[in-house]
């Protein structure tokens, strides 16, 4: 991964809703919210924002519960990235320094 890459999933990192992010309410088969815990700016009642509606027509060959099955791992797996994102890099940069340590050794080494 180039640095321009690393950069951009930055910037757009800063620019997203802060977490904690969850999923739900159900609203029914095919339709699942992924939302912002928590809102800062929300009213006293800490209404939920929705960062995420998803919506998707069943396909034919799948019954409704898996249909609804597949929803909802899929919001989870978008609730999951504001968490997952910062973490993974965070190991891109603890692997990157690591590599410069190693190739500074690897250097010393050669001499």
């Avoid at 939302?35 to 009213?43: D, I, K």
């Avoid at 249909?67 to 994102?85: G, S």
């Avoid at 965070?90 to 590599?99: F, G, I, K, M, N």
């Amino acid at each position: 991964m180039t640095p321009e890459e690393l950069l951009a999933i930055r910037e757009r990192l800063e620019k997203a809703t802060p977490g904690p992010w969850d999923t739900g309410p159900e609203t029914g088969v095919g339709r699942v919210w992924v939302y912002a815990v928590g809102n800062p700016l929300a009213e006293p009642y800490e209404q939920p924002t929705t960062l995420v509606y998803l919506r998707s027509v069943p396909e034919p060959r799948k019954t409704d519960a898996e249909h609804w099955a597949e929803m909802r791992v899929n919001a989870q797996f978008i609730a999951h990235a504001r968490e997952d994102i910062p973490a993974l890099l965070a190991e891109v940069d603890r692997l990157q320094v690591e590599d410069a340590q190693l190739q500074t050794l690897l250097e010393a080494a050669k001499a």
